[in-house]
Protein backbone atom coordinates (compact mmCIF):
# COMPACT_ATOMS: atom_id res chain seq x y z
CA UNK A 1 0.00 0.00 0.00
CA UNK A 2 1.52 3.51 -1.16
CA UNK A 3 2.03 5.76 1.78
CA UNK A 4 3.12 9.10 2.33
CA UNK A 5 4.17 10.05 5.63
CA UNK A 6 4.28 13.80 7.74
CA UNK A 7 4.36 15.03 10.65
CA UNK A 8 1.35 16.30 12.00
CA UNK A 9 3.37 18.99 13.84
CA UNK A 10 2.55 21.91 14.45
CA UNK A 11 5.85 23.15 13.85
CA UNK A 12 6.79 26.83 15.12
CA UNK A 13 9.00 28.95 13.21
CA UNK A 14 10.08 32.74 14.25
CA UNK A 15 9.34 35.44 11.56
CA UNK A 16 11.96 35.22 9.47
CA UNK A 17 13.40 32.21 10.16
CA UNK A 18 13.46 29.26 7.47
CA UNK A 19 11.09 26.35 7.81
CA UNK A 20 11.82 22.97 6.48
CA UNK A 21 8.70 20.20 6.23
CA UNK A 22 9.63 17.21 5.37
CA UNK A 23 7.56 13.85 3.81
CA UNK A 24 8.56 10.57 3.16
CA UNK A 25 6.87 8.06 0.62
CA UNK A 26 7.16 4.09 0.60
CA UNK A 27 6.78 3.60 -3.69
CA UNK A 28 9.94 3.72 -5.05
CA UNK A 29 8.12 3.75 -8.45
CA UNK A 30 6.49 7.37 -7.39
CA UNK A 31 7.72 9.99 -10.24
CA UNK A 32 5.67 13.23 -9.30
CA UNK A 33 5.77 15.22 -6.37
CA UNK A 34 3.91 18.08 -5.40
CA UNK A 35 3.34 20.06 -2.43
CA UNK A 36 -0.06 22.09 -1.59
CA UNK A 37 -0.76 24.76 1.51
CA UNK A 38 -3.98 24.75 3.11
CA UNK A 39 -5.32 27.54 5.14
CA UNK A 40 -7.59 26.76 7.69
CA UNK A 41 -11.23 26.25 6.61
CA UNK A 42 -10.11 26.55 3.00
CA UNK A 43 -9.36 24.19 -0.06
CA UNK A 44 -5.57 23.01 -0.74
CA UNK A 45 -3.82 25.28 -3.26
CA UNK A 46 -0.83 24.04 -5.00
CA UNK A 47 3.04 25.78 -4.12
CA UNK A 48 5.20 23.64 -6.17
CA UNK A 49 5.31 20.45 -8.15
CA UNK A 50 8.85 18.87 -8.28
CA UNK A 51 10.24 15.63 -10.48
CA UNK A 52 13.50 15.03 -10.51
CA UNK A 53 16.07 14.86 -7.87
CA UNK A 54 17.53 17.79 -6.57
CA UNK A 55 16.18 21.23 -5.73
CA UNK A 56 13.10 23.48 -7.73
CA UNK A 57 12.96 27.13 -6.09
CA UNK A 58 10.07 29.45 -6.47
CA UNK A 59 10.47 32.81 -4.92
CA UNK A 60 10.41 31.71 -0.69
CA UNK A 61 9.76 28.41 -1.50
CA UNK A 62 12.29 25.54 -2.30
CA UNK A 63 11.37 21.82 -2.96
CA UNK A 64 13.81 19.07 -2.54
CA UNK A 65 13.59 15.54 -3.81
CA UNK A 66 15.76 12.68 -2.65
CA UNK A 67 14.31 9.34 -4.79
CA UNK A 68 17.08 7.36 -3.12
CA UNK A 69 16.04 8.21 0.27
CA UNK A 70 12.80 8.52 -0.86
CA UNK A 71 11.83 11.93 1.08
CA UNK A 72 11.11 15.34 -0.29
CA UNK A 73 11.21 18.43 1.23
CA UNK A 74 10.00 21.86 1.05
CA UNK A 75 11.57 24.93 2.50
CA UNK A 76 10.56 28.43 3.27
CA UNK A 77 12.62 31.21 3.56
CA UNK A 78 12.29 34.30 5.03
CA UNK A 79 8.83 32.54 6.79
CA UNK A 80 5.68 35.50 7.51
CA UNK A 81 2.73 35.19 9.81
CA UNK A 82 0.94 34.66 6.67
CA UNK A 83 3.03 31.20 5.60
CA UNK A 84 1.13 29.98 8.84
CA UNK A 85 -1.26 26.44 7.59
CA UNK A 86 -1.09 23.02 6.73
CA UNK A 87 0.95 22.03 4.07
CA UNK A 88 0.04 18.63 2.46
CA UNK A 89 2.49 17.02 0.73
CA UNK A 90 1.34 14.39 -2.77
CA UNK A 91 3.15 11.81 -4.45
CA UNK A 92 1.64 10.19 -7.83
CA UNK A 93 3.34 6.95 -9.32
CA UNK A 94 4.30 7.20 -12.73
CA UNK A 95 2.76 5.52 -16.02
CA UNK A 96 0.17 3.87 -13.95
CA UNK A 97 -2.48 5.79 -11.20
CA UNK A 98 -2.86 8.90 -11.93
CA UNK A 99 -4.35 9.69 -8.45
CA UNK A 100 -1.85 11.43 -6.35
CA UNK A 101 -1.57 9.76 -2.38
CA UNK A 102 -1.78 12.41 -0.01
CA UNK A 103 0.24 12.66 3.48
CA UNK A 104 -2.11 14.27 6.09
CA UNK A 105 -0.31 17.74 6.35
CA UNK A 106 2.09 19.59 8.77
CA UNK A 107 0.90 22.17 10.27
CA UNK A 108 2.94 25.49 10.43
CA UNK A 109 2.46 28.33 12.85
CA UNK A 110 4.98 31.42 12.29
CA UNK A 111 5.38 33.79 15.27
CA UNK A 112 6.28 36.98 15.16
CA UNK B 1 -6.66 29.57 -17.84
CA UNK B 2 -8.64 26.62 -15.83
CA UNK B 3 -11.07 27.37 -13.22
CA UNK B 4 -13.39 25.59 -11.20
CA UNK B 5 -16.39 26.25 -9.23
CA UNK B 6 -17.98 24.41 -6.50
CA UNK B 7 -21.39 25.32 -4.77
CA UNK B 8 -22.38 25.78 -1.89
CA UNK B 9 -19.60 26.75 0.19
CA UNK B 10 -21.67 25.92 3.14
CA UNK B 11 -24.51 23.37 3.88
CA UNK B 12 -26.54 22.57 6.81
CA UNK B 13 -28.81 19.55 6.41
CA UNK B 14 -30.45 17.45 8.67
CA UNK B 15 -29.81 13.57 9.01
CA UNK B 16 -31.96 11.46 6.51
CA UNK B 17 -32.24 14.23 4.12
CA UNK B 18 -30.82 14.28 0.31
CA UNK B 19 -28.01 16.18 -0.47
CA UNK B 20 -26.63 17.24 -3.82
CA UNK B 21 -22.96 19.51 -4.49
CA UNK B 22 -22.07 20.51 -7.68
CA UNK B 23 -18.84 20.89 -9.52
CA UNK B 24 -18.06 22.41 -12.93
CA UNK B 25 -14.72 23.02 -14.36
CA UNK B 26 -14.03 25.50 -17.23
CA UNK B 27 -11.57 26.11 -19.73
CA UNK B 28 -10.07 22.70 -20.21
CA UNK B 29 -11.85 19.62 -21.76
CA UNK B 30 -12.15 16.01 -20.89
CA UNK B 31 -10.65 16.16 -17.56
CA UNK B 32 -10.12 13.97 -14.55
CA UNK B 33 -12.68 14.69 -12.18
CA UNK B 34 -12.71 13.96 -8.37
CA UNK B 35 -14.59 14.18 -4.89
CA UNK B 36 -12.54 14.22 -1.93
CA UNK B 37 -13.83 14.82 1.71
CA UNK B 38 -11.23 16.20 4.91
CA UNK B 39 -12.67 15.48 8.07
CA UNK B 40 -12.29 17.96 10.78
CA UNK B 41 -8.24 18.05 11.44
CA UNK B 42 -8.02 14.52 8.90
CA UNK B 43 -6.26 14.36 5.69
CA UNK B 44 -8.14 13.99 2.25
CA UNK B 45 -10.02 10.57 2.05
CA UNK B 46 -10.72 10.32 -2.09
CA UNK B 47 -14.28 9.83 -2.55
CA UNK B 48 -15.17 9.05 -6.28
CA UNK B 49 -13.24 9.93 -9.58
CA UNK B 50 -14.04 10.14 -12.79
CA UNK B 51 -11.95 9.68 -16.13
CA UNK B 52 -15.04 10.68 -18.62
CA UNK B 53 -18.47 11.48 -19.05
CA UNK B 54 -20.53 8.72 -17.20
CA UNK B 55 -17.08 6.59 -15.66
CA UNK B 56 -17.24 6.70 -12.06
CA UNK B 57 -15.20 5.14 -9.65
CA UNK B 58 -15.76 4.81 -6.24
CA UNK B 59 -12.74 4.63 -3.45
CA UNK B 60 -14.94 3.73 -0.56
CA UNK B 61 -18.43 2.16 -0.66
CA UNK B 62 -20.76 4.88 1.51
CA UNK B 63 -23.82 6.37 1.09
CA UNK B 64 -22.96 8.52 -0.99
CA UNK B 65 -22.58 8.61 -5.07
CA UNK B 66 -21.02 10.21 -7.80
CA UNK B 67 -22.42 11.00 -10.90
CA UNK B 68 -20.97 13.09 -14.24
CA UNK B 69 -23.39 14.04 -16.61
CA UNK B 70 -21.68 16.51 -18.78
CA UNK B 71 -18.00 16.66 -19.65
CA UNK B 72 -17.47 19.38 -17.06
CA UNK B 73 -19.75 19.03 -14.46
CA UNK B 74 -18.88 16.06 -11.54
CA UNK B 75 -21.87 15.74 -9.16
CA UNK B 76 -21.73 14.00 -5.60
CA UNK B 77 -25.25 12.98 -3.60
CA UNK B 78 -27.07 11.29 -1.05
CA UNK B 79 -30.11 9.82 -0.56
CA UNK B 80 -30.43 9.94 2.97
CA UNK B 81 -27.60 11.62 4.74
CA UNK B 82 -26.08 10.50 8.17
CA UNK B 83 -24.09 12.06 10.98
CA UNK B 84 -21.05 10.88 9.90
CA UNK B 85 -20.87 12.67 6.51
CA UNK B 86 -20.27 15.84 7.77
CA UNK B 87 -16.98 17.81 6.44
CA UNK B 88 -15.37 19.27 4.29
CA UNK B 89 -15.96 18.38 0.51
CA UNK B 90 -13.57 19.06 -2.09
CA UNK B 91 -14.18 18.81 -6.21
CA UNK B 92 -10.81 18.31 -7.66
CA UNK B 93 -9.48 18.13 -11.48
CA UNK B 94 -6.71 17.41 -13.42
CA UNK B 95 -5.17 17.02 -16.75
CA UNK B 96 -6.87 13.77 -18.40
CA UNK B 97 -4.06 10.73 -18.84
CA UNK B 98 -0.85 12.70 -17.13
CA UNK B 99 0.47 11.56 -13.59
CA UNK B 100 2.96 14.26 -13.81
CA UNK B 101 0.23 16.82 -13.48
CA UNK B 102 -1.39 17.90 -10.34
CA UNK B 103 -4.54 18.45 -9.07
CA UNK B 104 -5.96 21.39 -8.85
CA UNK B 105 -9.19 22.02 -6.03
CA UNK B 106 -12.34 23.93 -5.74
CA UNK B 107 -13.39 25.67 -2.72
CA UNK B 108 -15.15 23.42 -1.40
CA UNK B 109 -18.27 23.04 0.41
CA UNK B 110 -18.57 22.75 4.68
CA UNK B 111 -21.48 20.46 5.23
CA UNK B 112 -22.72 20.58 8.78
CA UNK B 113 -25.48 17.50 9.50
CA UNK B 114 -27.59 17.87 11.94
Known amino acids: QKEVEQNSGPLSVPEGAIASLNCTYSDRGSQSFFWYRQYSGKSPELIMSIYSNGDKEDGRFTAQLNKASQYVSLLIRDSQPSDSATYLC????????????FGRGTSLIVHP | SQTIHQWPATLVQPVGSPLSLECTVE??????LYWYRQAAGRGLQLLFYSVGIGQISSEVPQNLSASRPQDRQFILSSKKLLLSDSGFYLC?????????????FGDGTRLSIL
Open chain 2, 92 to 104: AWSVVGASNQPQH
Open chain 2, 27 to 32: GTSNPN
Open chain 1, 90 to 101: AVTLSGGSYIPT
